[in-house]
């Protein structure tokens, strides 16, 4: 394609410093568990910014949503130290915000400019049939702040009021329709599961089982075509393949 031969993709693997940007506590382990452990493993520094505090999520209308939210926090950290994690940043925002994207997108990109991450990734907010609000808003404000950490004056309509300028290399999703890039997860497939399972709140054994045989049947249907008994598959951009590119969708 014009657009991915005029603006090479960046390869995970080759990266020194990831930020993956969740929705939700959980929501990286689930969508990219494997290649984060991975990556660490391999010396890349990963980074979590979990956006919402997760405290929705529970069918016990006796559970208090602050309570939950610590719970998911230390969830997530256990998880996070399974697969290598370096820092976990948490918003501490309220799941099923009203917050608009742009607003989002301003207190995402102080992370980006302080972590300064070669790659973003994050869930893919064009999923079709993504229902859950919080991922769609998650996902574009991520791709808005990335596009716009390079500029100075962003995210303020302020006079005067500038910011240091970052420039992201590349952009990605998990949980995607049409992945560019796989990822063989053979040796830490296993490792990705430890981590999932230690969202206790969000997983019972029946639950996790289920869990557990969907994404081996996934990430054996994505590895097949490509070599792999086991892969994850991301959709990876460069900033420039996020604005008026027609192609992006065949990258």
């Not at 256990?78 to 309220?94: N, R, Y």
């Not at 999923?127 to 995210?155: Q, R, S």
């Not at 639950?207 to 792999?228: A, F, H, T, V």
Request: hydrophobic share 35%; with cysteine; proline share 5%.
């Amino acid at each position: 394609m014009v657009a991915s031969t005029i603006f090479k993709i960046p390869s995970i693997e080759d990266a020194g410093k990831i930020l993956f940007v969740q929705p939700h506590p959980d929501d990286n382990d689930i969508g990219a568990g494997g290649t984060i452990a991975k990556l660490s493993n391999n010396g890349c520094e990963i980074y979590y910014l979990t956006v919402t505090n997760g405290s929705m999520g529970t069918v016990d209308p006796l559970m208090k949503r602050d309570k939950l939210a610590y719970i998911r926090k230390e969830e997530q950290e256990k998880a996070a130290d399974i697969l290598g994690v370096k820092q976990v940043i948490s918003l501490g925002i309220d799941e099923l915000t009203n917050i608009p994207v742009t607003d989002m997108a301003g207190k995402i990109v102080n992370v980006i400019r302080e972590i300064k991450p070669e790659i973003v990734i994050t869930v893919d907010p064009w999923l079709m049939y993504e229902g859950h609000p919080d991922h769609i808003k998650v996902g574009k404000a991520t791709v808005e702040a990335c596009l716009f950490a390079l500029f100075p004056h962003y995210p303020s309509n302020e006079e005067g009021i500038t910011y240091e300028s970052f420039s992201v290399q590349g952009i990605g999703f998990y949980h995607t329709t049409y992945p560019n890039t796989i990822i063989d997860i053979g040796g830490y497939f296993e490792t990705k599961i430890k981590s999932i399972a230690t969202h206790i709140s969000q997983f019972n054994k029946d639950d996790l089982n289920m869990m557990k045989d969907y994404l081996r049947l996934k990430s054996k249907q994505i590895g097949e075509s490509n070599g792999y008994k086991l892969a994850e598959g991301f959709k990876i951009f460069t900033p420039k393949h996020m604005h008026c590119f027609v192609d992006a969708v065949k990258i």
